[in-house]
């Protein structure tokens, strides 16, 4: 379910290099490096447990079930709603603009969760009014 996803989802965040969520990286070698993470670290437990985690990883991954693009939406509403509970603060800190916050979030958001992608996105355009992004970088 969406708790297993949660659970170990950051396993390849903590071992790979955590990056802010808004940040232009190339994505394809993030990728790459969290991959080898998750085999290092899952790689240590017992055969089937290893295999169970990499599947639920790879399923997160993929965004392939409802569950798992459930937990993609609420990976990315966190940072999101931890940032309106700052006033924007690291927006404006990293000149994370408006678009670009929509851009990344809003897609897997409303797919996963459209519910909360309505929610987020009226306090998102609050937000804005409110001079709380960054001019960009």
């Known amino acids: 379910d969406a708790n297993d996803f949660g659970t170990r989802r950051d396993t390849d965040g903590l071992a790979a290099g ?3 969520v808004y940040a232009q990286t190339n994505h394809a ?11 290092r670290i899952f790689g240590l437990l017992p055969a ?7 599947a639920l990883w790879q399923e997160f991954e993929d965004a392939a079930t409802p569950e798992s693009r459930f937990a ?9 709603l931890l940032n309106l509970a700052n006033q ?11 678009e670009r ?7 897997p958001i409303e797919a996963g969760c459209p519910s909360l992608w309505h929610y987020m996105k009226a306090r998102l355009d609050e937000a804005k009014e409110q001079g709380w992004f960054g001019i960009g970088s």
């Open 88 to 98: 924007g603060q690291s927006w404006r800190d990293h000149g994370i603009t408006y």
């Open 29 to 39: 070698e993030k990728s790459a490096a969290e991959r080898a993470a998750v085999d």
């Open 48 to 54: 089937s447990q290893r295999d169970e985690f990499l």
């Open 101 to 107: 916050v929509i851009a990344r979030i809003g897609p």
């Open 72 to 80: 993609h939406a609420a990976d990315r509403a966190m940072p999101a």
């Open 18 to 20: 955590d990056t802010i």
